[in-house]
């Protein structure tokens, strides 16, 4: 494997903005979700001409290196209840499985303008509720914590395999508003949780040979760099930085999809 002829294989131009949008992605998404925002975008106007299946498998491969890292930062600080973590992670690892399969025979522009709908309700909710997050503001009992941690799980998992920009952001929302968590625990919980969803996913994407290795590399180990600093600062800041990087990219997304069902032809 000869990372030189990267640079001739795909253009220098290229392969700097992969590395320096990849760092971002990364950054972005230790935080509070959404890299994928970011680095699929970016890969997409990188490779045109590239299959879609290729574009999300090799993303898969890189947003895994980093939120891998991310997670094990997050779990030096944060407690768990592994019985909950693991039963959310077990039943997004299955959905993402499912929406990867169905990237093949479904349309993604057909889920747009729901999401798009979905976005505009969670930014204005974000926004008005100055206090969402700050602090855990429920005790659920264990079962409901099962039963609502699964729902999401299989939701956001689904949409991960599927498509996947915002994952981490759809994550911390429902832990957020539905399992009351405040940002930073529903951040740590969310970086384990799409590590699942992205190997489920991954299985897919490997299985059918849509990557790209060399770049994938590459990017990997921008997106883990990003991811630790990020991760740092989170920890390091709290809940009102993570809530501001939140509105921040919920803004991005919205855009994003605004502009893909209104604009973009």
Same mark, same amino acid.
């Given at each position: 494997?000869?990372?030189?002829?990267?640079?001739?294989?795909?253009?220098?131009?290229?392969?700097?903005?992969?590395?320096?949008?990849?760092?971002?992605?990364?950054?972005?998404?230790?935080?509070?979700? $959404?890299?994928?925002?970011?680095?699929?975008?970016?890969?997409?106007?990188?490779?045109?001409?590239?299959?879609?299946?290729?574009?999300?498998?090799?993303?898969?491969?890189?947003?895994?290196?980093?939120?891998?890292?991310?997670?094990? @930062?997050?779990?030096?600080?944060?407690?768990?209840?592994?019985?909950?973590?693991?039963?959310?992670?077990?039943?997004?690892?299955?959905?993402?499985?499912?929406?990867?399969?169905?990237?093949?025979?479904?349309?993604?522009?057909?889920?747009?303008?729901?999401?798009?709908?979905?976005?505009?309700?969670?930014?204005?909710?974000?926004?008005?509720?100055?206090?969402?997050?700050?602090? @855990?503001?429920?005790?659920?009992?264990?079962?409901?914590?099962?039963?609502?941690?699964?729902?999401?799980?299989?939701?956001?998992?689904?949409?991960?395999?599927?498509? $996947?920009?915002?994952?981490?952001?759809?994550?911390?929302?429902?832990?957020?508003?539905?399992?009351?968590?405040?940002?930073? @625990?529903?951040?740590?919980?969310?970086?384990?949780?799409?590590?699942?969803?992205?190997?489920?996913?991954?299985?897919?994407?490997?299985? @059918?040979?849509?990557?790209?290795?060399?770049?994938?590399?590459?990017?990997?180990?921008?997106?883990?760099?990003?991811?630790?600093?990020?991760?740092?600062?989170?920890?390091?800041?709290?809940?009102?930085?993570?809530?501001?990087?939140?509105?921040?990219?919920?803004?991005?997304?919205?855009?994003?999809?605004?502009?893909?069902?209104?604009?973009?032809?």
């Amino acid at each position: 494997m000869d990372f030189l002829n990267i640079f001739a294989d795909y253009g220098t131009v290229t392969v700097i903005s992969l590395i320096i949008l990849s760092f971002v992605a990364g950054f972005i998404d230790s935080v509070v979700g $959404g890299g994928g925002l970011i680095q699929i975008p970016a890969l997409l106007i990188s490779l045109p001409k590239t299959p879609l299946p290729t574009i999300f498998g090799t993303n898969k491969i890189a947003a895994l290196a980093g939120t891998s890292i991310s997670a094990l @930062q997050y779990s030096k600080r944060i407690k768990f209840n592994y019985k909950l973590l693991i039963t959310i992670s077990i039943c997004a690892g299955l959905a993402s499985f499912l929406g990867a399969k169905a990237v093949s025979f479904i349309n993604v522009n057909t889920l747009k303008p729901v999401i798009l709908v979905v976005l505009i309700v969670i930014l204005v909710y974000t926004f008005l509720k100055k206090d969402l997050g700050s602090l @855990q503001t429920k005790n659920l009992l264990f079962h409901k914590q099962l039963i609502y941690g699964s729902l999401i799980g299989l939701s956001v998992g689904f949409y991960d395999g599927f498509f $996947g920009p915002g994952t981490g952001s759809f994550f911390v929302l429902g832990f957020v508003v539905i399992m009351g968590f405040e940002f930073v @625990q529903a951040s740590a919980y969310s970086k384990v949780i799409n590590c699942m969803t992205n190997i489920s996913a991954l299985i897919v994407f490997i299985r @059918q040979g849509n990557y790209l290795l060399e770049l994938a590399i590459i990017m990997s180990v921008c997106n883990i760099t990003g991811n630790l600093i990020g991760t740092r600062l989170a920890l390091m800041k709290g809940n009102t930085f993570v809530r501001t990087i939140f509105l921040f990219i919920t803004i991005l997304m919205t855009f994003r999809y605004g502009y893909d069902i209104f604009i973009k032809k």
